[in-house]
C-alpha cells in the first residue's frame, strides 16, 4: 500500500514506483504483475466512481452555480435554516449555531458586496461586517483567520444556497448553507436540499434553525428606523407649518389690518344676532296663529 500512495503521489513515474518496490526485495516480474494489477484495479475504480458521480439522477441540474447580471437579486436580509459540513471541526461548530442571519449590500465596487451578520452561539451574539470579493459566479470572503471561497447556487425561490471551501487555520472543508428571508422553509423542498447535498458529497448529517430561537439585534435596521421615524416626524412638522401658513394667509385676505378684521368680527355677530331674533319672532307669530285656529275651531264647535 505504501507503494501505491507513493505512485499516486508521483504518477505516473513508474520508474520510481518501481525502483522504491524492487528496494524491498520482490522480484521483478513479481512486482511488475503486481504493478499492473494496482494500476488497472485504480483505474477501474476511478472509472467506476466518475460513473457513479455522472449517473447520480439530476446532479448536474441540482448543482448548477447561479448566474446573476447584477447582484440586486441576493441583495437583503437571510436567515439561517440549514447546513451542513464535510470536516468534524466544522460539523461541531455549526451545532453550536442557534440562530443566524446575514445581509448583503451594494458597494461602490461593483466586483464587492458588504457582508454583515449575527450569530447566535451558546446563547451570545456576534455580530460584525466584511467585503465579499466577486469573481464571476465565485465569492471570496476573509474573516481573521478564516478564508471562504465558494458561490451561490440555483435553489428555490426566496432561497439563498451557499457552498464554499473553508480554511480555518490548519483545518479545510467544506460548508453547505441554506438561507431564506423569513428564516422558514417550505417542506417540499427539503428533499431537493438533501439531494443536492449529496451530489456535492456532503454527509447526511444536517443542522438546522428550530426557527424559534430569537435572532441576533441587527444595529443597522434599528439605525433605519430611528432616521425613518425622524424623517416623518420632520415631514408632519413641515406640513403643519405650512397648513398654519396657509391659513394665516388666508386670514391677512380676508382681514388685511387688524381694525378691520375687528369690524368685520363685529358685524358678523351683529348680523347672527339679527337672525336669531328674526327667527323667533317668526316662531312666535307662528305660534299665535296656531292658538287662533284652535279656537276659532273651538267656537265654531260650540255654537
Known amino acids: 500500500m505504501f507503494c501505491l500512495s507513493l505512485w499516486e503521489a508521483n504518477s505516473p513515474a513508474v520508474g520510481v514506483f518501481f525502483s522504491g ?3 524491498l526485495g520482490f522480484p521483478v516480474s513479481l512486482l511488475s504483475l503486481s504493478l ?11 472509472a467506476l466512481a466518475s460513473l457513479s458521480v455522472a449517473s447520480t439522477p439530476d446532479c448536474k441540474e441540482l448543482i448548477k452555480p447561479l448566474v446573476l447580471e447584477d447582484h440586486t437579486e441576493i441583495y437583503g436580509k437571510w436567515v439561517y435554516v440549514m447546513g451542513s459540513a464535510d470536516q468534524l471541526f ?25 457582508l454583515r451578520w449575527g450569530d447566535r452561539i451558546d446563547g451570545k ?51 453547505l448553507l ?10 417540499t423542498y427539503l428533499d431537493t436540499y438533501r439531494k443536492q447535498a449529496e451530489c456535492l458529497n456532503f454527509p447526511d448529517k444536517h443542522h438546522s434553525y428550530d426557527g ?26 413641515e406640513e403643519s407649518t405650512e397648513e398654519k401658513t396657509t391659513e394665516e394667509k ?12 375687528s369690524y368685520e368680527k363685529e358685524n358678523e355677530k351683529v348680523v347672527k344676532e339679527e337672525t336669531m331674533k328674526e327667527k323667533q319672532t317668526t316662531e312666535e307669530e307662528e305660534k299665535t296663529k296656531e292658538e287662533t285656529t284652535e279656537e276659532e275651531i273651538k267656537e265654531k264647535t260650540i255654537e
Open 90 to 114: 466544522f460539523q461541531n461548530a455549526l451545532r453550536t449555531l442557534q440562530s443566524s442571519w446575514i445581509d448583503l449590500s451594494a458597494t461602490s465596487d461593483h466586483k464587492a458586496v458588504t
Open 21 to 23: 518496490c524492487t528496494a
Open 250 to 261: 388666508t386670514t391677512e385676505k380676508l382681514c388685511p389690518t387688524e381694525e378691520l378684521c
Open 125 to 175: 451574539c456576534i455580530v460584525g461586517s466584511t467585503i465579499a470579493t466577486i469573481n464571476g459566479t465565485t465569492s471570496t470572503v476573509q474573516l481573521h483567520l478564516s478564508e471562504h471561497k465558494g458561490h451561490y447556487l440555483e435553489t428555490c425561490p426566496d432561497c439563498l444556497l451557499w457552498s464554499d471551501t473553508t480554511r480555518n487555520g490548519d483545518v479545510t472543508g467544506r460548508y
Open 212 to 237: 424559534k430561537t430569537e435572532l441576533c439585534h441587527d444595529d443597522k435596521e434599528k439605525v433605519v428606523k430611528e432616521d425613518t421615524m425622524k424623517e416623518k416626524e420632520a415631514t408632519e412638522e
Open 178 to 187: 441554506l438561507f431564506t428571508r423569513t428564516g422558514q422553509m417550505d417542506p
Open 36 to 46: 499492473n494489477m494496482a494500476v488497472h484495479l485504480v483505474l477501474a475504480l476511478l
